[in-house]
Nanobody, 120 residues
Framework: QVRLVEAGGGLVQPGDSLRLSCGAAGISLVENAVGWFRQAPGNEREGVSCMNPSDGTAAYENSVKGRFTMSRDNVKNTVYLLLDSLTPEDTAVYHC?????????????WGQGTQVTVSS
């Protein structure tokens, strides 16, 4: 059974940083693409980033480029999303998901999400 679990969310102030984690059971995050998504209240879910399985390179949505960074721990089978220079507009529930490749259309598995709230 595949399970993705996000952690690391919280309440922070503008300008702060957070590191989210996406841990997995039943699936290799090294052999699959991993994406991060976020959904703010009243908004549609938006893609934030995607990491390729082959070389671990990642692509980012424009609004987070240069502020968010994905990384991967192959031993722990965990993918991270480092969020820097947070603004209130980054407030959302953040989810991780997997699919075979970033270029594929459909995501196979999703986590429950972790709440990030940026407020002064």
């Amino acid at each position: 059974q595949v399970r993705l679990v996000e952690a690391g969310g919280g309440l922070v102030q503008p300008g702060d940083s957070l590191r989210l984690s996406c841990g997995a059971a039943g699936i290799s995050l090294v052999e699959n693409a991993v994406g991060w998504f976020r959904q703010a209240p009243g908004n549609e879910r938006e893609g934030v980033s995607c990491m390729n399985p082959s070389d671990g390179t990642a692509a980012y949505e424009n609004s987070v480029k240069g502020r968010f960074t994905m990384s991967r721990d192959n031993v722990k089978n965990t993918v991270y999303l480092l969020l820097d220079s947070l603004t209130p507009e980054d407030t959302a529930v953040y989810h991780c998901a997997t699919k075979n490749r970033c270029s594929d259309d459909s995501w196979n598995y999703w986590g429950q999400g972790t709440q990030v709230t940026v407020s002064s």
